[in-house]
């Protein structure tokens, strides 16, 4: 294309400014006109493309990562501890007592409620005692169970421990069961959970990222061997994201010794659920500043558990920031309990309160205690901060 002279660009631009047609009257309204409709229109546009996104974006932006919630449930000593993965799948950690007018399965059922859960997907019995595994006959008959998961026969050989071994036997007739076995996982969907120890026997191998050399068993004691169902609990390991919670039933001391000495196969643990409902026949110093919790949970009665002697060895544990109960322990005083916004029922009366963690995969969670209404928020490792208190 051959390009004018500046002059000759010039004449040609005013000639076709003179072919332009001339708004009537010599007014300006006709490029005003113009102006307006194209203004008009690219609003329009945009206002159509803004409706468009609205609509798309909530569609394909990954909708927001839903919690891990999981129940302490208050059955008066014993156990049972519901998880309700993001995924809405459900493990239950033990049964309570049975008998008591079903006040142990109408407290799981409620607090399956307030998980809006219908149907219970696992149920792990721990061992066969009458405070883990009672409980089973009279949960069947109030909420569907999925899976149960045990360890296998009833090794006891007395009376009562057969007759609620009969009673469990009979309730979960034709239900789907798994033998838990060290080593194998449980199939619930949202969050892995690992079982390290079954019927008397512990995994062989280090868990990934754990097996450090464990400098707490030098000093540790010996204890004798205990045939009790207690040395034969199902002990698990449930990982959600970051976050790591170890729960070993009623596993005693001497087991405990073989999960963490003189290597720690474990690992640590950001909440440890207290071994036995804080007894000294559990929870050796090998075990518990090996696992150094951020949190410690007991599920203790106000008469049962919380012995002086292992409260002392989770409260010195290093890097431990809170410890809470689910009773004020009365053979414990003011020097053996937690302070009174970490305890979930202070009185001897049979209020029922339960303890609620709320966890996120970043591995940060609160714990909300519902008798005053108290919640503490810790987060993750990591993470800039401290933990946080706030009343609801």
């Given at each position: 294309m051959r390009m004018l002279?500046?002059?000759?660009?010039?004449?040609?631009?005013?000639?076709?400014?003179?072919?332009?047609p001339v708004p009537p009257n010599g007014s300006s309204s006709f490029h005003s006109k113009r102006d307006a409709h194209s203004g008009f229109r690219d609003f329009c546009r945009r206002l159509s493309t803004a409706i468009l996104c609205a609509a798309v974006f909530p569609a394909i932006l990954p909708a927001a990562q839903k919690p891990l919630e999981i129940f302490f449930i208050d059955v008066e000593g014993g156990q049972s501890t519901l998880f309700v993965t993001p995924a809405g799948q459900s493990l239950l950690i033990d049964t309570g007592w049975g008998y008591n007018g079903f006040r142990d399965a109408n407290r799981i059922v409620a607090a399956a409620?307030?998980?809006?859960?219908?149907?219970?997907?696992y149920v792990v019995i721990t061992h066969y005692h009458a405070d883990h595994v009672g409980g089973v006959p009279q949960l069947v008959q109030k909420?569907?169970?999925?899976?149960?998961?045990?360890?296998?026969?009833?090794?006891?050989?007395?009376?009562?421990?057969q007759t609620l071994y009969s009673e469990?036997?009979?309730?979960?007739?034709?239900?789907?069961?798994?033998?838990?076995?060290?080593?194998?996982?449980?199939?619930?969907?949202?969050?892995?959970?690992?079982?390290?120890?079954?019927?008397?026997?512990?995994?062989?191998?280090?868990?990934?990222?754990?097996g450090d050399p464990n400098g707490?068993?030098?000093?540790?004691?010996?204890?004798?061997?205990?045939?009790?169902?207690?040395?034969?609990?199902?002990?698990?390991?449930?990982?959600?994201?970051?976050?790591?919670?170890?729960d070993l039933g009623d596993l005693t001391w001497q087991k405990e010794l073989k999960l963490v000495c003189p290597d720690n196969k474990l690992g640590r643990a950001d909440i440890f659920v207290v071994s036995h409902h804080?007894?000294?026949?559990?929870?050796?110093?090998?075990?518990?500043?090996?696992?150094?919790?951020?949190?410690?949970i007991m599920n203790n009665g106000s008469k049962k558990g919380a012995d002086p002697a292992a409260w002392d060895v989770i409260k010195s544990s290093p890097g431990l920031l809170d410890f809470w109960q689910l009773h004020f322990a009365d053979a414990g005083g003011s020097e053996h309990n937690t302070s009174d916004p970490f305890i979930a029922n202070v009185t001897e009366a049979d209020t029922?309160?339960?303890?609620?963690?709320?966890?996120?995969?970043?591995?940060?969670?609160?714990?909300?205690?519902?008798?005053?209404?108290?919640?503490?928020?810790?987060?993750a490792i990591g993470a800039l901060g401290t933990p946080t208190t706030k009343a609801r």
């Open positions: 002279p500046a002059r000759g660009r010039s004449q040609s631009i005013e000639r076709e400014q003179a072919k332009a409620k307030l998980a809006h859960i219908k149907k219970i997907d909420m569907p169970v999925g899976t149960f998961v045990d360890h296998g026969p009833d090794r006891e050989t007395s009376k009562q421990s469990y036997q009979a309730a979960i007739a034709g239900s789907n069961h798994i033998l838990a076995k060290p080593g194998e996982q449980i199939p619930i969907k949202g969050m892995d959970v690992v079982i390290v120890s079954a019927d008397g026997n512990v995994i062989e191998h280090a868990l990934p990222g754990a707490n068993c030098a000093s540790v004691q010996q204890k004798a061997t205990d045939p009790s169902e207690n040395a034969r609990s199902v002990g698990l390991v449930i990982t959600f994201g970051k976050l790591r919670i170890v804080g007894l000294a026949l559990s929870n050796s110093p090998a075990l518990v500043h090996a696992l150094a919790p951020k949190v410690a029922g309160y339960y303890l609620k963690v709320t966890a996120n995969e970043d591995g940060s969670f609160e714990i909300y205690n519902p008798r005053n209404k108290f919640t503490k928020q810790y987060p």
